[in-house]
């Protein structure tokens, strides 16, 4: 499960010239756009849980699979800060509308590559396209909703993040065993197919029905900002840069801790292999089983984190943020690691679910953590960096599981190279755990904020 960019307010809107759309004109667009999301999710997904019949097809080693995996990832965040220029500017129903048409092209051109290079392409494709989607949502939201009734719809669209992914895991699964069980199939213009290639096109293909509709749906008029009451500096990009640089071992402490969540999570696009191979579970099953623990696992566990963050916060435990981020950290980093070295598939997955618990944990405290920390006029900015930053990061994971896999373990023992990811990752943030808490409460110090 990968990572998406969440809804900061961190301007003063003036008194809008025009109305707010009506409630329920603003509720059908967050729900379209829910919808875009859950489609990016399968797109996004898919390609882990076929693995095996596409290295079959093309020999391919662990290794080609990792950076094949990695392609979407070296893509999406550094694509996502054009796009942020970009939705500032033109009609975003028509971004994202482009943007779903991308990734449905991408995601049936994956069906159709005749070569690893095609492959690769295709993949960063997707990256291109989903890249459109979080940046002009958030922008549109914050368009349909005043201020004080803003909550419900960010959050309502932020938890398709794990609802999206559990929905793409079981229509993916669903999809697989139906291909699988009819075996090659044709189709016009595509001719014969192999059940992989069949799945591809057939993920694909409703993205262009959703692209249309898009087309059609009125956006908001945007509304006017005012600067920030609490400059420090000025708002440009050179002064985002200047200050990430003023703070560099803060941020780079900080970036190691969520980054590390991110390579993790990514490196993950592996375990529906690494299950066939060690304990025989078939793609279908593991996609079934992970299904229905993200569904289960993840909006609890964020409403609950939630929950304490705020509850901690009116305690006056300022930097609650970041201590559940910690708490996440020490979390994921075994829980990542334990299972593949248990004797069995249903063992392993059961610690898997506390795995989903520190992912999602991170996630979701990431971003608030990184909020503290950054001045309101170059917030915007730096997130848009932190998430480039933190795909980046990320992609390293399933290089590394690939390098790993082929060059060092084997690829008969791919568990033992999925396992040294969370190990490998987490040294660097580890050691630097009391520096970075120094350095952050010395810096919620120096922007107004009060600590304990």
């Not at 292999?273 to 996609?287: D, I, L």
Request: aromatic fraction near 12%; hydrophobic fraction near 55%; charge should be positive.
């Amino acid at each position: 499960m990968s990572p998406e960019p969440a809804a900061v307010a961190t301007e003063h809107l003036n008194p809008p010239s025009k109305p707010y759309p009506a409630a329920a004109t603003g509720w059908f667009i967050v729900v379209m756009l829910t919808i875009a999301y859950i489609f990016s999710f399968v797109d996004r997904y898919i390609l882990g849980l076929l693995i095996e019949p596409i290295k079959a097809e093309f020999g391919l080693s662990d290794r080609s699979i990792g950076w094949l995996l990695s392609a979407f990832t070296l893509i999406y965040g550094f694509v996502g800060i054009f796009m942020g220029w970009l939705i500032d500017r033109g009609k975003r129903v028509w971004i994202v509308s482009i943007g779903v048409a991308l990734w449905s092209v991408a995601t049936i051109a994956t069906g159709t590559a005749k070569n690893f290079v095609q492959l690769f392409a295709a993949r960063m494709g997707v990256g291109v396209g989903e890249a459109t989607l979080s940046p002009a949502a958030f922008s549109i939201i914050g368009d349909s909703f005043p201020t004080e009734r803003r909550g419900k719809p960010v959050a309502f669209y932020s938890a398709a993040l794990p609802v999206g992914a559990g929905i793409a895991s079981l229509l993916s699964g669903a999809i697989i065993a139906w291909t699988v069980a009819s075996g090659n199939q044709s189709l016009p213009l595509f001719g014969e197919l192999s059940p992989w290639r069949y799945t591809m096109i057939i993920v694909g293909l409703p993205g262009f029905l959703l692209a249309l509709l898009f087309i059609f749906i009125k956006e908001p008029a945007r509304r006017p900002v005012a600067a920030s009451a609490d400059v420090i500096g000025g708002s440009g990009f050179r002064d985002a840069m200047k200050y990430i640089w003023d703070n560099r071992l803060l941020y780079l402490g900080f970036l190691s801790i969520v980054g590390t969540m991110t390579a993790i999570a990514y490196s993950q696009g592996f375990l529906a292999p690494t299950f066939e191979r060690t304990w025989g579970w078939s793609p279908q099953k593991y996609a079934l089983v992970n299904g229905i623990a993200l569904l289960i696992l993840g909006p609890a566990n964020m409403m609950i984190m939630g929950t304490i963050s705020d509850w901690w916060t009116k305690k006056g435990v300022k930097d609650a943020s970041l201590r559940l981020l910690f708490i996440g950290f020490f979390i994921l980093v075994p829980t990542g690691a334990l299972p593949l070295f248990m004797p069995t598939g249903e063992l392993a997955f059961a610690i898997l679910c506390l795995n989903i618990v520190g992912i999602g944990i991170v996630t979701a405290m990431g971003v608030v953590s990184l909020l503290v920390i950054t001045p309101a006029q170059i917030r915007g900015q730096i997130v848009a960096l932190y998430y480039l930053a933190i795909s980046w990061f990320g992609s390293l994971g399933p290089i590394a599981v690939g390098e790993l896999s082929s060059g060092v373990f084997g690829e008969d023992n791919l568990r033992y190279a999925v396992a040294s990811v969370p190990i490998l990752f987490a040294i660097i943030p580890l050691l630097m755990m009391p520096l970075t808490r120094r350095l952050y409460l010395a810096q919620m110090a120096r922007l107004g904020e009060t600590t304990e």
